[in-house]
């Protein structure tokens, strides 16, 4: 049998996304958006910006050169990996 996706909400920096994922990454989906957020705080705290692209970009560039074992736990690689790109083309969009 088949898995269907699930949309869920999510929200990085100030801005919400829709997105379809499989039930069984929805945990670890949102832990990794918490943990994007939580970063997106803390570079604004430590270093200038322009905006909030500006922080984000910077999380992207931290999270993606992350050690797998770090941040994958039992989330392949290609599943982070299409997440990046996800995000990526969200990002390119918003500032097209």
Avoid: C
């Avoid at 929805?26 to 958006?33: F, G, I, L, P, Y």
């Avoid at 705080?41 to 910077?58: C, L, N, P, S, W």
């Amino acid at each position: 049998m088949t898995e269907q996706l699930i949309p869920v909400s999510i929200v990085i920096g100030d801005r919400t996304y829709r997105i379809k994922i499989h039930p069984r990454d929805e945990e670890v989906v949102r832990k990794t958006v918490k943990t994007i957020n939580d970063k997106i705080v803390e570079f604004r705290t430590h270093f200038a910006g322009k905006d909030m692209q500006d922080y984000i970009a910077m999380v992207l560039a931290w999270y993606a050169t992350l050690p797998d074992k770090t941040s994958a736990g039992n989330f392949e690689k290609d599943t982070i990996h299409d997440g990046l790109n996800m995000l990526e083309k969200m990002l390119d969009n918003h500032l097209a």
